[in-house]
């Protein structure tokens, strides 16, 4: 007989590098669906040292990626530890975390998530829920993404779950299938040349709006092959390292244009991913901070109604539902959905330690 209310821990990092998300989850069924309280909730910031090595780390050998995970496991079992004391928290049932994605290759079926190794489990003393990826991509999947389900269970009350992280993905029902798929890039193409110009990021689209767009730009980044394959399909830094900057780097304009072009070019494309150009829209990730980028987004989307939510859920979505993936992996119940992935079939994917 499985539980009907679970106290645990979500933990997630994206590829904007942003930091490493922590949020305390209580969740309960009632009537059979299920509810959730966000309680206590962190981002712990990379330092420089920690920030350097994960932009890199795309480039580096079987070694240098083997001591990277044993380094990044350790620290990201000190952050939890540490968010446990500082919280007190008691009573856990699971740690469940993503760790930090280096390599995203599910077409040479291969994805690697760092901090998932299993003397995380020893260091915390607690049961440990993570590497949600690897089994997907071993059934033919994509391995991403993996928030649709939780968006299917939790937001269902949405038209569409939209993420603007480093990358955007979104998610929305179709013939009675949950249908989910990577968009393009976001925030990993934004900060990159907001880090050129002295800014850890576009604040509100500042920098972005201040630029002029180049049509040129615009209509190559609008022609790349990936926007025209079906989905299921997801992306990886190093689509955005071999394909994207090349390209926007050979144009000679200012970096406040090629933003500008880049904001763009992410609402035209958020806006072509839609199948139905009205209902409502829940928008969360770091990139809906990004006035300008909302503003764009919605000039697009003319019939969308677009919700922000609450700071809570629009910062810390992805580790509530990577909570919710490791709860469902604790009750052996499904957490990847086929439709979504594209794998052989839905399956419940991760690995429990303890």
Known sequence: MHKETYNVIGVMSGTSLDGIDLAHIHFSIIDGKW?????????LSYDNNWLNKLKIAVDFSQEELRKLNQDYTFLLANVIKTFIEKHNLKNLDAI???????????????????????EIAKILNQTVVCD????????????????????????????????????????????????????????????????QLGFDYDDKGMISKSGKLNTDLFNELNGLDYYKKPFPK???????????????????????????TFTE?????????????????????GGTYNDFLMEKMQFHLPQIEIIIPDAKILEYKEALIF??????????????????????????????LK
């Open 35 to 43: 509810d959730f309280t966000i309680l206590e909730t962190e981002t």
């Open 234 to 260: 997801s992306l990886g830094f190093e689509f955005v390292k071999a394909i994207v900057f090349p390209l926007i780097e050979k144009y000679s304009i200012p970096n406040q244009d090629k933003m500008r």
């Open 323 to 352: 909570a919710l993936l490791g709860v469902l992996k604790l009750r052996n119940e499904i957490n990847v959905l086929a439709s979504v992935t594209g794998a052989k079939h839905n399956h419940s994917s991760g690995i429990i």
């Open 132 to 195: 949600f990826r690897v089994q997907d991509v071993e059934l033919g999947g994509q391995g991403a993404p993996l928030v649709p389900i939780g968006d299917s269970i939790l937001f269902a009350k949405y038209d569409y779950c939209l993420n603007l992280g480093g990358f955007s993905n979104v998610s929305f029902e179709q013939n009675g299938n949950r249908i989910a798929f990577d968009i393009s890039p976001v925030n990993t193409v934004l900060n990159f040349y907001a880090n």
């Open 96 to 118: 469940c975390s993503h760790g930090h994605t280096i390599l995203h290759q599910p077409q040479n079926g291969f994805t690697l998530q760092i901090g998932n190794l299993t």
């Open 265 to 285: 070019h992410i609402a035209q494309q958020t806006a072509l991913a839609l199948p139905k150009k009205e209902g409502k829209l829940l928008a969360t990730g």
